[in-house]
Structure formats: C-alpha cells, structure tokens
C-alpha cells in the first residue's frame, strides 16, 4: 500500500483501521489521525505469533499495518492475514513515506473573489497556502513536491505567478525555489543574507497586489531575524512560524545562547505588534504540533481567540524572555542539515523521507 492510495482512502472518507505498530516512544513524536496504536514491535521482530494476539478487528475490515520504514509491519499483515483478514496491508515506506502525505482545507472567506487553500502536510504539521484570484495564484511557505501546488492550481484554473516564504525554515526541505522554476513564478523571500541563490527581496511594509488580493508584509523577526508575517486583504494573516494558534515560535535554532536571547527579545516585539492589530484577524499559521486530521477543517483561529489562550503573551519583556528560554524542546531533526539545504536551495543527497521524518518542533511548547 502507497502512501497516496491511503492518503486518497482518507481523503475521500473511506472505512480504513489503521494499525500502528511502533513503540509507544515513536508513536507519541507523530501518528497518523484515527489510527490505533498497540505497542507489538520487539514481538513482532521476534516472529512472535501472539504479537497481536489483543487486536480485535472483523474478517471484513480493510486494514493497513503502519512502522516506521515498512518493514515490521509487513510482519503484522502477515499474522493479521493468517487470522483469516482478507483486505491487510503494509505502508510501504512506513511513517518516513507518509512525511510526505497531504490533505487540505479551504478557508471561509466573504470576498468569493479570492479563495485561500490550506495544505497540510498531516504527519510533519507543515500548513502552506494557496491564494487564488481570477487565473492567478500565491503560494506561501512550499513544503511538498511541487506537483502538489501546480495540480491544485490547475484544478481551479490558477497559474502560479509568485512564491513567498516567511523565513528559511528549519524542520523541513523548502520547495518553493522549485516550484517558482517549474511555475515559471516569482520567489519572493524577506531581505537576509543567508540564502546563496536568486530571489526578490521583500521588505516590512511592502506589498504584493494583483487585485483584488494585496498581501502586506510585516516583518517580524524573532524565530529567525527574517521572519516574515503576510497580511492578506487587510483581515487574514499568514503568520509562518512566529505566532501558532495555540504557542509562538522558537528563537534558539541555530543560535547561541547569546543570539537566542537576543532573538527572544525580538520575538516579544514581534509579537506585540501584532497584537496591536484588530482583535478579529484571521490568524493562519506555518505549522501545527499535532497531526492533521482528513477533516477539511481549516487550521485557523482570530488574533482574539490567540491571545486569550497563550498567557506568555501576556508577560513582561523579562519574564517572556525567560520563560521562551526555559521551555525549549529537542530541536527539529536533521535541523542543522535542514537549514543548510534551504539556504543552498539545492535539494538534498540523502532521500528527502529520511531527512524531514519526525514531528515539527518549531514552537515553544
């Protein structure tokens, strides 16, 4: 089983049990939404027959067995399978595959003329868009094949004219260089010094129109000193990875402890000016820390709905400055390498399944 035969069986509803089979570690760093998790893998690889001996599930359900690399849960299907289940299979590629696997969700807009697609990388938390107005379209923040975004825009008879990011990211490979060469696309990336290839600076107050959509940009340095946030019509913000609807940004990748101080301080800063903004902003974020369910239900909340549920927010300077520094997960992995690669623009040697595979780590809790 593809990862894209079972992301096409979600996305279309279908009746599928899934069955992760992962030690209880790995599977609380990310999961597929709905699957079911039983802790068999040491007995698997054992060839244990009991393994899955507690696992209930009728003759007649359409089971697909789930491990990290496709390769322990080939072993599960086979005992599920001489259990007398007709419909098993094995995730090929496991949950380095389904890195890569996609949904998305259309954000409820009042002007009919312009639409705005969310897609969601489900496993990693990566949200990217799509903006869409008469025969042309935005993406902001590319982080899966191109192919993606081209064949959206497609369906809706766009064509991609430019490609923003909001900073160099460092939990994912960045594709939106590529997909501006295949687009035929602008790249648009706010002012640095840190990426080695051509692109169109944008600056902090500056704006994109192809009317009637016009994108502003705020610049709002703190999880890294690019950071760029989008303000679209006046109402919607694409806020990257500076502010999520239920935590902030990090300041501490690639830094010392001396810049991420530093940074710390920029991002209450940054933050503050966007709290200054009217309390109904529409607030879409860069990432998410929870897989995203097949639901199309837009990850979204109002700047209002934000500001009330992260207290840090409320914080003095120095009390915000400790409390950001002292709540730091494990970095993202491979970040260092990560970041590299999207300060190159190059895609990567090693397979890009391998590099990216875990959970986002880009917020502070």
């Given at each position: 089983?593809?990862?894209?035969?079972?992301r096409?069986w979600?996305?279309?509803?279908?009746?599928?049990c899934?069955?992760?089979?992962?030690?209880l570690?790995?599977?609380?760093?990310?999961?597929i939404?709905?699957?079911?998790?039983?802790?068999?893998?040491?007995?698997?690889?054992?060839?244990?027959?009991?393994a899955?001996?507690?696992l209930?599930?009728?003759?007649?359900?359409?089971?697909?067995?789930?491990?990290?690399a496709?390769?322990t849960?080939?072993i599960a299907?086979?005992?599920?399978?001489?259990?007398?289940?007709?419909?098993?299979?094995s995730l090929?590629?496991?949950?380095?595959a389904?890195?890569?696997a996609?949904?998305?969700?259309?954000?409820?807009l009042?002007?009919?003329?312009?639409?705005?697609?969310?897609?969601?990388?489900t496993?990693?938390?990566?949200?990217?868009?799509l903006?869409?107005?008469?025969?042309?379209?935005?993406?902001?923040?590319a982080?899966?094949?191109?192919?993606?975004?081209?064949?959206?825009?497609a369906l809706?008879?766009w064509?991609?004219?430019?490609?923003?990011e909001t900073?160099?990211?460092?939990?994912?490979?960045?594709?939106?260089?590529?997909l501006?060469?295949?687009?035929?696309?602008?790249?648009?990336?706010p002012?640095?010094?840190?990426?080695?290839?051509?692109?169109?600076?944008?600056?902090?107050e500056?704006?994109?129109a192809?009317?009637?959509?016009?994108?502003?940009?705020?610049?709002?340095?703190?999880?890294?000193?690019?950071?760029?946030?989008?303000?679209?019509n006046?109402?919607i913000?694409?806020?990257?990875?500076?502010?999520?609807?239920?935590s902030?940004?990090?300041?501490?990748?690639?830094a010392?402890?001396?810049?991420?101080t530093?940074?710390?301080?920029?991002l209450?800063?940054?933050?503050?000016?966007?709290?200054?903004?009217?309390?109904?902003?529409?607030?879409?974020?860069?990432?998410?820390?929870?897989?995203?369910?097949?639901?199309?239900?837009?990850?979204?909340?109002?700047?209002?709905?934000?500001?009330a549920?992260?207290?840090?927010?409320h914080?003095?300077?120095?009390d915000?400055?400790?409390?950001?520094?002292?709540?730091?997960?494990?970095?993202p992995?491979?970040?260092?390498r990560?970041?590299?690669?999207n300060?190159?623009?190059l895609?990567?040697d090693?397979?890009?399944?391998?590099?990216?595979?875990g959970?986002?780590?880009?917020?502070?809790?």
């Amino acid at each position: 089983m593809t990862v894209e035969q079972l992301r096409t069986w979600l996305d279309e509803g279908g009746e599928v049990c899934i069955v992760d089979v992962r030690p209880l570690a790995e599977r609380q760093e990310w999961s597929i939404p709905g699957s079911l998790h039983i802790d068999a893998y040491e007995a698997l690889k054992a060839h244990d027959p009991e393994a899955l001996a507690e696992l209930q599930i009728p003759a007649s359900q359409r089971v697909v067995t789930v491990c990290a690399a496709g390769k322990t849960s080939q072993i599960a299907a086979k005992q599920l399978r001489a259990r007398g289940l007709s419909q098993v299979f094995s995730l090929e590629g496991g949950m380095q595959a389904w890195s890569l696997a996609w949904n998305s969700a259309h954000i409820p807009l009042p002007d009919h003329s312009i639409q705005v697609i969310q897609i969601r990388r489900t496993g990693k938390g990566c949200l990217s868009y799509l903006i869409g107005t008469g025969e042309e379209a935005v993406v902001i923040d590319a982080s899966l094949d191109t192919e993606v975004y081209l064949d959206v825009a497609a369906l809706h008879g766009w064509r991609i004219t430019h490609v923003l990011e909001t900073h160099i990211h460092a939990d994912h490979i960045s594709r939106s260089r590529l997909l501006a060469q295949q687009s035929g696309a602008m790249l648009l990336l706010p002012e640095q010094k840190r990426v080695s290839f051509p692109f169109t600076a944008i600056h902090d107050e500056e704006a994109l129109a192809i009317p009637p959509l016009h994108l502003k940009a705020f610049h709002t340095p703190g999880h890294t000193m690019e950071s760029t946030c989008y303000l679209l019509n006046g109402h919607i913000l694409f806020t990257g990875d500076t502010l999520f609807t239920a935590s902030i940004g990090r300041p501490d990748l690639q830094a010392d402890k001396g810049e991420a101080t530093l940074r710390a301080h920029a991002l209450y800063q940054s933050l503050h000016r966007l709290l200054a903004l009217p309390a109904d902003r529409l607030i879409l974020p860069g990432h998410t820390s929870t897989p995203v369910p097949f639901d199309k239900r837009p990850l979204m909340a109002t700047l209002h709905e934000i500001d009330a549920q992260i207290d840090l927010l409320h914080a003095e300077r120095v009390d915000f400055v400790h409390a950001v520094l002292s709540r730091l997960p494990a970095p993202p992995p491979n970040a260092e390498r990560i970041i590299r690669v999207n300060e190159q623009g190059l895609l990567p040697d090693q397979p890009v399944s391998e590099l990216e595979a875990g959970a986002n780590r880009c917020a502070i809790f």
